[in-house]
């Protein structure tokens, strides 16, 4: 933190102080004001990020207090998103009334509600990138680093997060009864501890996704890949195609890619293509013969291909792919499907390909879906395959088809290798018998075989063991890998996929690359070099808002987990908190230097307060109710100007729960935005706003707090509320004072210059009453409030003597002057003692008219008399030597009182009346008595 001034040299050598303030509109600026020198000189040089827009047009120097790098708008999305996923994990967790999930929202759910959001903000930022002309470094940087981001977040949740099927009964922050982030009661067994192949389907996935560029999708997308694939032999296509492999032509190089990441769906999509699959195929369907030799052994490679139940999936668009689970989007299809979405009134293309029947067994005794054996998560029957499937049906026209339950034939609910084990081995000797028999028999596609050499070649792959060299030596780590773990040993143990990938590295030169290294830490479920790498290398300590969130979140994530513990002890750096506090930063100073400042400061305040409750101290085991997250919240907070009532609003609201639990850190800040609010009214002169945020400012500090942190009616809201509501009753009482003091001196009244500025005070008084009493909430709270009463009374005389109720007007004054036992056993008056005087006038005015109009009765009694003898007394002892004129008022003054006194008398009836005072009953014979005693 800055000093407020620092001192710059001029060329004559004197030193001038330069002013330093925070920025309010910024939240994370420093404006630094030129030097005296340079200003008269006109030679001010800067280097701000905005201008100063003053009429003299002098520039403002504005650094930045941390090193915001700004975050690109698909970047606020993803971030405000994973926000949101987190807010939902922590509601999920916190709540008895969960009726989405039996357990709430899992860490593994969580990881992939985060991925999900890396994911669609990836897409999009590649999609801008291509339909973009030019691109600037610092977009692709943010692409590249929110890649690796991606990619480290997807491996640490296969190696080092709990399955969802382990998951389920866990009880996350922030329930922890210690008050800490880690509880030992909720930690884990490591994931490397699972069953053999539970980790084989995600780790094929993590491979497929980012390391086999070569394949995917986006490969069958390629123009160039299109235009082959319309070719009348796509076979024998070169053009401007370029894919890499041990064929002549790329169209076999492709096949070959594709079955060596197990994308066997794509694979088939390219052969269907080949010149003599389209011929075997418009033969079938033209005429009505059998299938020739050729054609038979395409059908067959079809079946075998699509029925294939490798860990991961086959690539087809019923898998799930993604690796994010099937909950992400089974609420959306469930949705369409029970709206009953017209996909052609919709946009949607309604030409979409008849996908048949996927529950069809193409292979005798597997299912389709025979893959999902693989999968450790816990499902029931594969819903979103079949949700997409009835989609593409509805697409299709066929509406009228779907009948039945939403579950494909049933499978075990949790991951059972043996299941796995024996569905696979049934498929690859299937594969054995069909494609290569052992009895010299060519099978059923020798001739495909014969015909296509590089097919046989190709296919042999699926059955494992070793590769011809052609083909193996140019692989990569990642490639081999995939063959080991698709063909070799699908039900590998989660700790020797490690060693795999360690000997697939090894292979060539030998030296592992430093990604390598970073890959296999993580697979041997180091959870430190996961955060290391991430704030390294992965933008966690680069300034970017989003980087460093997610290097946030996912340390949240390990640390949830038990993976790891954010502190062991007082003596070492809490890390959790610190990335927190680094996120922090950085997302408020990227927001502002785009200018967005009231969103920066909302997301960082949503970031940082599921970790601002109080937490055991390690020493001495005592609640701290100001960790350092809260002082960052309110050091924030403090130094924000919100723009508007509905932003402070939204703040208070946020923070609420948070002060309600003792953090007096972020009350005093919250106060502090009331405040502003009330002075940007005060500015605008409504004085009904100024009151409502000065009393939401008041309802802070002394509601929301705990009762034992409480503060009578808070700071400086209270005193700017206490001045407001003082200051409004004596211009009020003044103005009436001189009106009464006027009726002496003029017959003609008031004259119009009075009269407006009592009606002016008045309107001012009433809306500062009117917010007090429009406000329920601090109501009850305000009923011993001085000022606030002050105010009411002041407004009753004020509204009393234009009705002409000289009797409510007494009351009132009274009211003001008699002495009551106020806070702390303070005896004083309502009244300021400043204006006594002026209560007097009204007081002296009200009872000299009714004695001209030769009224009896007074409009004050036995009681209201003895309050105005008694501060008249006390006003006289103020002041020693009096001018002869004033000396001569006052004399009148006290015979008007005592005339009064003696008609009140006069005119009582002889029972002893009680009056009720503050301080309980009294007759008017002690009421009299007490005021012909001497005074002390």
Known sequence: MPSSTSATTNN????????????????????????????????????????????????????????????????????????????????????????????????????????????????????????????????????????????????????????????????????????????????????????????????????????????????????????????????????????????????????????????????????????????????????????????????????????????????????????????????????????????????????????????????????????????????????????????????????????????????????????????????????????????????????????????????????????????????????????????????????????????????????????????????????????????????????????????????????DAGCIASQQDSSQLDIQTELLLLAAEAIVSSFSVQEQCDVGVRTMVRLLLPHAPPKRSFSSGEVVYEPRISAMIGEVLSRRSPSSDAEARDLLNLCEHAIQIGSITIADACESLAFNRALHHKSKRNLTGEVHWLLRGMEIETCWLPTDRQRKLGFACRRQFDLLCEQSANDLISILSTAAITSFTSEGGMTEKQEHQLLTALVAAESVLEGILKDTVTSELLNGHEESNLLKDAVSIAQASAKGDTIQVADSIVHCLEERCLTEGVVSTLANPCIYMDLLHIAFSIIVKEEENGKQECSFNIHGMHILMARLTQVLSWEKEWSEAKESYMKSMKLAFCKALMRIISTAEPRAEQHKTSFGEVSLDTELELMLNPCI
């Open 12 to 559: 004559k050598g004197d030193t001038s102080a330069r002013a330093i303030a925070w920025d309010t509109s910024s939240t994370a600026s420093l404006a630094v004001a030129p030097t005296p020198s340079t200003t008269e000189n006109n030679t001010t040089t800067t280097k701000s990020n905005k201008e100063d827009n003053n009429s003299d047009g002098m520039n403002l120097d504005v650094f930045l207090s941390h090193d915001g790098t700004g975050i690109p708008p698909l970047e606020v999305e993803c971030l405000l998103r994973c926000l949101d996923a987190r807010d939902e994990y922590i509601r999920s967790n916190t709540t008895n009334n969960n009726n989405n999930r039996k357990h709430g929202v899992s860490v593994k759910e969580l990881s992939m509600e985060y991925r999900a959001a890396l994911c669609e903000c990836l897409m999009m930022l590649q999609k801008k990138e291509q339909d973009s002309t030019t691109t600037t470094d610092e977009e692709g940087n943010n692409i590249e680093l929110l890649n690796l981001t991606y990619a480290i977040f997807y491996l640490a949740e296969i190696f080092l997060l709990p399955s969802i099927a382990s998951n389920s009964n866990i009880s996350s922050y922030p329930t922890n009864p210690s008050g800490g982030f880690y509880d030992k009661s909720t930690a884990l067994t490591k994931r490397l501890d699972g069953p053999p192949g539970s980790l084989t389907a995600d780790t094929v996935r993590y491979l497929r996704l980012h390391h086999t560029s070569k394949g995917g999708e986006s490969l069958m997308d390629n123009p160039e890949v299109i235009t082959m694939c319309n070719s009348d032999q796509p076979e024998y296509y070169k053009g401007k195609l370029s894919i890499s492999g041990p064929y002549e032509y790329p169209y076999w190089n492709l096949v070959l890619q594709f079955v060596i990441t197990g994308e066997l769906s794509k694979a088939w999509t390219l052969l269907s293509y080949h010149s003599a699959c389209r011929y075997e195929e418009e033969e079938a369907i033209n005429a009505d013969t059998e299938l020739s030799e050729l054609g038979e052994g395409f059908a067959a490679l079809r079946s075998l291909l699509m029925a294939a139940p490798l860990p991961g999936g086959r690539g087809d668009m019923y898998s799930d792919d993604a690796g994010l689970d099937d909950y992400l989007e089974e609420e959306l299809l469930e949705k369409g499907e029970d709206e009953g979405i017209n996909y052609e009134e919709d946009g949607e293309e309604n030409d979409v390909e008849d996908p048949g029947d996927i529950n069809t067994i193409l292979v005798n005794g597997i299912n389709q879906n025979a893959y999902l054996l693989w999968e450790n998560l816990p499902r029931h029957a594969d819903k979103l395959r079949t949700l997409r499937y009835r989609r593409d049906l509805r697409r299709c026209g066929k509406s009228d088809a779907i009948a039945g339950s939403l579950e494909s034939p049933s499978m075990p609910e949790l991951f059972t290798v043996n299941a796995a084990v024996s569905a696979y081995h049934k498929w690859q000797e299937t594969l054995r018998m069909t494609a290569f028999p052992s009895n010299g028999d060519g099978g059923v596609m020798s001739v495909l075989f014969q015909r296509f050499p590089a097919l046989g070649e190709i296919l042999s792959i699926l059955l494992g063991g070793s590769l011809p060299p052609s083909i193996s030596n140019g692989l990569s780590w990642s490639e081999v890998l995939l063959l080991e773990l698709l063909y070799n040993r699908p039900n590998i143990s989660p700790d020797d996929i490690v060693v795999r990938a360690a000997n697939a590295m090894s292979k060539g030169n030998g030296n592992k690359s430093p990604l390598e290294d970073i890959i296999l830490n993580i697979m041997k479920g180091s959870s430190g070099q996961v955060l290391g790498i991430m704030f390294s290398i992965g933008g966690g300590s680069s300034g970017a808002a989003l980087p460093a969130t997610m290097t946030s979140l996912l340390c949240n994530l390990l640390v």
